[in-house]
C-alpha cells in the first residue's frame, strides 16, 4: 500500500515535470502539413559556441551580453498568406492567454503589423520573447527563450545591433533572407 | 464361592459398625479383579482410596510451579550488526526519498525554471559565425518592433490633446 502510494506521488510529479514546448515549435506543430512553413533554430548549446567563438568574444556592441542572456532562438517564416499566419498565431496566443501577455504591439493598416508577448515566471522573471510580424505577405515569428527581465527589454530596445556580415553575403534561398528587411 | 462374610461386613459398614481392620478387609476384597456382578455397584466405593492415591505431584509439578512464580531467563541471542542497523536504513530510506521529493518540487517551483524541451531543437547552422548573424538579426528586427510600438503609441497619445483643443474652441 505505502508503495502504492509513493509510486503515485513520483508519477505525478514526473508527469508535472514534462518538458513544455516553446510558441514557435508549437505553432510549427499545430501547423505540421504546411509546407509554406520554414522554421530556423539555435539551440542552448549553439548560444554556448556563439559566445565562446570570436563573433562572441569581440564584440563591442553590446549584443554578446544581450545574447548571453538568451537560450535559445526560433524563427519560423513563410513568404506566403502573412495575413492568415499572423492571425492563426494571433490567436493561439490569445488561446495561451495565461501563459503569454502582450507588452508591444503595432498596426500600419494591416501591411505592417507586429505583436510582442512574454511569458512571465514569478514576477518579472521573462523566460520567452514571442514577436508575431507580418509585412504585406510574409509572416514571421522570432521567439526567444532565456533568462530575461524588463531591464534587457530597454537594453535591447535601446540598443543599436548591427548586421552581420556573415548573413549579408548569404545567398537567396538560405534561411537569414527571411530576416532580412526589403 | 459364598460372599456371606462380605455382605454381613457390608451390613456392617453401612450400621457405621465396622471396625478398621474390617474395612480394611473390604477394601482389600474391592481390590480385586473378580467382584461378583451383585458387589460390582461397591467396588468404586472402597476403590476410590487406591485411586486417589494414585494421584500426586508429578515429576513437572516442581517447574510448572517454579515457572509461574520466577522470572523467565532470557537467553543472549547474537543479532549480526546489519541487522541492528535494519530500522536505521529504513528510517534515512524514508528521509531521504523526502528529501528529494521536496527538493525536485522546490526546484521545479523555484525561478528561472527553464522547461523547454531543448533536446528536440535541430541547429540549423553548424558554424558560430552564421548562427550569431541570424540570431543579431532577429534580435535588430526585435529591437526595431519595440520601437515602432513605442513610436506608435506616442503618436496616439499626442493626438489626443489636440482633439480636446479643438473642441474647445
Redesign the interface.
Known sequence: MKLRI?IT??AA?LV??V????FA?RYMTENEGDSTLT?????????E??L?????RNDTTG?AD??AR??????VFSNEEGDAHFERAESMAVRHSARFREV????EDGKDR?R?YVRE??GE?I?E?V?L?QQEGRF?V?D??G?MDSGF?DR????M????????S?SAET??DA???D | MDYKYIEQLLERYWACETSLDEEAILRAFFRQKDVPAHLLPYKSLFAYADAARADGLGRDFDERILAQVERPTVKARRIPARRRMMPLFKAAAVVTVIVSLGAVGQHMFDRPRPDYDYDAYRDTYTDPQSAYGSVSEALQIVSESFRKSQTHENDSLSAVPAQKTTCKE
Open positions: 509513493f506521488c513520483l510529479i508535472t515535470a518538458r513544455a514546448q516553446d515549435s522554421c530556423i533554430s539555435v539551440s542552448p548549446k549553439m548560444m559556441e556563439i565562446e567563438s570570436n563573433v562572441g549584443v544581450i545574447i538568451l537560450k535559445s532562438m526560433q524563427v508591444a504591439s503595432y498596426d507586429a510582442i515566471q514569478s522573471h523566460v520573447l514577436l510580424r514571421t522570432i526567444f527563450t533568462d527589454i535591447l530596445t535601446h540598443t545591433l548591427p548586421v552581420a556580415g556573415g548573413a549579408e548569404a534561411p537569414d530576416l532580412r528587411e
